[in-house]
């Protein structure tokens, strides 16, 4: 079940957020495949700890708006962002973004730097480190054909990724919870017209020799057992952005917050202490 419980207009179409408490603004931003869902262990205490704290799903995923002809690539999703902080009178707020939504938060911390106060990158894509080849050779060549499959095996190939996404096991409930946006047949189209149809490193590769400019505080947190996004772009950030902290987290995978969700909040909080 979502926590999410707001609904708001940007740019002519609805974004599904949650918005608590108060003091220094905080924005989580979700990744591939999945929703605001990935952040449920974390953001609670980071509210609770004094922080005006706002989560919200991006246009095409989860609760939010779905509508088959708006584009939804990083470039697009970085807009939607910058339109709900001013929806919302953010002002600087520090960002806590996963996978794809690491490559929203780099492009505002290259592109739009006075938007954002610190930026957390947690096992993001980069570089060219996105889509996997196997994605690559389908949007290429087959996506109509994937998209057109039938809902059981649908459910079947999503379920194989989303297994992968930790280095344990994906309990039950939680398995179903990040399948629910999906188990309908707007969802499943959502999926491969939202999704999969935007994955295109190009929106990060066009930032690479500007990652250097970066001058806002970023601390990258990374799961040692990614399989979907090795370590070594970890390390990569880290010696192209200055300053950079980087944590890897032994015995977790892509989905960190998952594997170790009180490791993460530690390392949020502890974050955004910081100057």
């Given at each position: 079940?979502?926590?999410?419980?707001?609904?708001?207009?940007?740019?002519?179409?609805?974004?599904?957020?949650?918005?608590?408490?108060?003091?220094?603004?905080?924005?989580?931003?979700?990744?591939?495949?999945?929703?605001?869902?990935?952040?449920?262990?974390?953001?609670?205490?980071?509210?609770?700890?004094?922080?005006?704290?706002?989560?919200?799903d991006?246009?095409?995923?989860?609760?939010?708006?779905?509508?088959?002809?708006?584009?939804?690539?990083?470039?697009?999703?970085?807009?939607?962002?910058?339109?709900?902080?001013?929806?919302?009178?953010?002002e600087?707020?520090?960002?806590?973004t996963?996978?794809?939504?690491?490559a929203?938060?780099?492009?505002?911390?290259?592109?739009?730097?006075?938007?954002?106060?610190?930026?957390m990158?947690?096992?993001?894509?980069?570089?060219d480190?996105?889509?996997?080849?196997?994605?690559?050779?389908?949007?290429r060549?087959?996506?109509?054909?994937?998209?057109?499959?039938?809902?059981?095996?649908?459910?079947?190939?999503?379920?194989?990724?989303?297994?992968?996404?930790?280095?344990?096991?994906?309990?039950?409930?939680?398995?179903?919870?990040?399948?629910a946006?999906?188990?309908?047949?707007?969802?499943?189209t959502?999926?491969?017209?939202?999704?999969?149809?935007?994955?295109d490193?190009?929106?990060?590769?066009?930032?690479?020799d500007?990652?250097?400019?970066?001058?806002?505080?970023?601390?990258?947190?990374?799961?040692?057992?990614?399989?979907?996004?090795?370590?070594?772009?970890?390390?990569?950030?880290?010696?192209?952005?200055?300053?950079?902290?980087?944590v890897?987290?032994?015995?977790?995978?892509?989905?960190?917050?998952?594997?170790?969700?009180?490791?993460?909040?530690?390392?949020?909080?502890?974050?955004?202490?910081?100057?």
């Amino acid at each position: 079940m979502t926590f999410l419980d707001r609904n708001l207009l940007v740019d002519g179409v609805r974004l599904a957020y949650r918005d608590r408490g108060e003091g220094e603004p905080v924005v989580f931003v979700h990744g591939t495949p999945s929703w605001s869902h990935e952040w449920r262990h974390v953001v609670p205490a980071v509210e609770a700890a004094g922080h005006r704290v706002v989560t919200y799903d991006l246009l095409g995923y989860g609760d939010s708006e779905r509508p088959l002809d708006r584009d939804t690539s990083v470039a697009a999703q970085t807009d939607l962002l910058l339109g709900l902080l001013d929806e919302l009178g953010l002002e600087r707020p520090s960002l806590i973004t996963h996978d794809i939504g690491g490559a929203i938060g780099q492009r505002i911390a290259v592109l739009h730097p006075q938007r954002a106060r610190r930026l957390m990158l947690i096992d993001t894509v980069s570089y060219d480190s996105w889509p996997s080849e196997t994605w690559r050779e389908i949007i290429r060549t087959r996506l109509e054909s994937y998209a057109a499959m039938s809902a059981a095996d649908f459910e079947e190939m999503l379920t194989r990724q989303l297994r992968m996404t930790v280095a344990g096991t994906m309990g039950d409930d939680d398995l179903r919870a990040y399948l629910a946006p999906h188990r309908t047949p707007l969802g499943r189209t959502s999926f491969f017209e939202h999704q999969v149809r935007h994955y295109d490193s190009r929106y990060t590769e066009e930032l690479t020799d500007r990652l250097g400019d970066i001058a806002m505080p970023v601390r990258i947190v990374w799961g040692a057992r990614d399989r979907w996004q090795p370590v070594g772009y970890a390390e990569r950030l880290a010696a192209d952005i200055p300053g950079a902290g980087l944590v890897v987290v032994p015995d977790a995978g892509h989905f960190v917050m998952e594997d170790e969700p009180e490791r993460v909040t530690r390392e949020v909080l502890d974050f955004l202490a910081g100057c």
